[in-house]
């Protein structure tokens, strides 16, 4: 039976890049992913920053537009350009992204294995056994996209290891491994890819659309990318029911892309942060949206992924190189670097949803505070210092907007 020391479930942004920084340490490393590569993922392929910070590959190649701030509206009746002077996001398509990621874990020397779907987890002799099951992928990538490594093989297999990496996502196998019948937190949302000529496109290319108010507790958004926006709406609660029926009410309510129906749309669930959980045991870890490590204010996900993964597969090769099988170091760092920035985001998260409505002044009138969220993303600043200075301004906007009249709130 093939023997690794580290299988990683799932070859989006997270399980490229540990099997990428393994690798790269000398620990022999296969990648599973169900699906056939390039592949599409519902996505606004939105990258703050601060990815700069942290990723030591080259992504320039799949930058389709660099973003300097937004347009921000409320309800698609009132907007306010709020644009900064340097760099905030960029933008890519995931199909391209994720195999360019893919593409550096292989040339590192990780082996890859597409439309293979991860069936089951036990425990083996010297670690684990993971099942796989050939699984020809339904979703063709309808993109761009040059096409990737063939990975799969006949009939089902077994695979052993002594580490599991659970990147596969926010419906993944291996969490349910490790938390059977633990519910988890799950934000609904929708996305499409709309084609567009390029002129529009590149007339729009240096700022996003968000839109508060008009999707309940939760944003929609129009990100441009080369040909296309990708437009789509997140529901932090309450969408759930009726997710297509606020996605068409957004669509045709848009000015740019209303009357257009060449496009498809797919839902797709994303596990925002809600408390911290111990993402690790025994020898299995989970990062990114597996973990549910997703900015719960605006969604973000990829460099959560990235960077939590970047410190699961440090802590992971200091075992196998000590010959230790405490991965306990994985938590300890995600509390101290993630989960006091998203108990903050969950903060804004909860004013922000609840009084779109305040929140949308609140930014009109004051555009150094988007200046401030920039800065978050670009990582310059904390959310927990944006937290301070929101609660420092909230008090009084409450108090305007009651003498305004208690519908104001909700107008
Ligand atoms: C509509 C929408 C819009 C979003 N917009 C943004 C945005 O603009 N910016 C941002 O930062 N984040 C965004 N996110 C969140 C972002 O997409 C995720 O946080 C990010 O993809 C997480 O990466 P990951 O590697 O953890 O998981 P994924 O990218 O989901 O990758 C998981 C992989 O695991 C594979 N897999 C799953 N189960 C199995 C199995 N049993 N066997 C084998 N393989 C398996 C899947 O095929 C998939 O390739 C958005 C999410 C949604 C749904």
Not at 26 to 44: H, M, N, Q, T
Not at 147 to 168: E, L, P, R, T
Not at 256 to 265: D, F, L, Q, S, V
Not at 331 to 342: H, I, N
Request: hydrophobic fraction near 35%; include cysteine; charge should be positive.
């Amino acid at each position: 039976m093939p023997y690794y020391d580290v299988i990683v479930v799932g070859a989006g942004p997270g399980g490229a890049t540990a099997a990428y920084e393994l690798a790269n340490a000398g620990i022999s490393v296969l990648i599973i992913d169900k699906e056939k590569f390039p592949r599409y993922k519902p996505c606004g392929g939105g990258l703050s920053l601060k990815i700069d910070k942290i990723l030591n590959i080259d992504i320039k190649e799949t930058i389709e537009n660099t973003i300097k701030g937004a347009y921000f509206s409320y309800k698609q009746k009132e907007g306010v350009f709020l644009l900064s002077d340097k760099p905030v996001a960029y933008m890519v398509m995931r199909d391209r992204f994720d195999s360019l990621l893919l593409s550096e874990a292989v040339k590192s020397g990780a082996s890859f294995i597409d439309e293979s779907h991860v069936k089951g987890i036990s425990n083996g002799k010297n670690g684990y056994e993971i099942f796989v099951n050939k699984n020809p992928s339904p979703l063709p990538s309808p993109l761009r996209g040059e096409g990737w490594v063939k990975g799969g093989f006949s009939g089902d297999k077994v695979y052993n290891c002594k580490y599991v990496i659970g990147a596969d996502g926010a419906n993944g196998i291996v969490r349910r491994f490790l938390y059977p019948g633990i519910k988890r937190t799950l934000a609904a949302s929708i996305e499409a890819e709309i084609p567009v000529d390029e002129e529009l496109t590149d007339n729009h290319s240096h700022y996003v659309h968000i839109d508060f108010g008009v999707i309940p507790y939760g944003y929609a958004w129009v990100f441009p990318k080369k040909g296309f926006l990708s437009a789509g709406i997140a529901g932090f609660k309450g969408v759930a029911k009726h997710p297509k029926r606020y996605f068409e009410q957004f669509i045709n309510g848009h000015s740019k892309i209303n009357g257009t129906t060449e496009y498809k749309y797919k839902g797709h669930p994303i596990p925002i942060f809600n408390k911290p959980l111990n993402l690790t045991k025994g020898g299995v870890m989970l990062v990114g949206d597996a973990g549910n490590l997703v900015d719960p204010f605006f969604g973000e996900g990829i460099y959560y992924a990235i960077r939590s993964s970047q410190i699961a597969s440090t802590v992971v090769s200091e075992a196998i190189i000590k010959g230790k099988t405490d991965l306990s170091g994985y938590d300890t760092k995600l509390s101290t670097e993630f989960y006091p920035e998203f108990m903050a985001a969950q903060q804004i998260s909860q004013f922000v949803y609840t009084f779109p409505r305040i929140w949308f002044n609140v930014l009109s009138d004051r555009p150094e505070l988007a200046e401030q969220y920039y800065n978050v993303l670009r990582g310059e600043n904390r959310y927990s210092i944006f937290l301070k200075e929101i609660k420092s301004i909230a008090g009084s906007l409450m108090k305007t907007a009651l003498k305004k009249g208690f519908l104001q709130l909700f107008k």
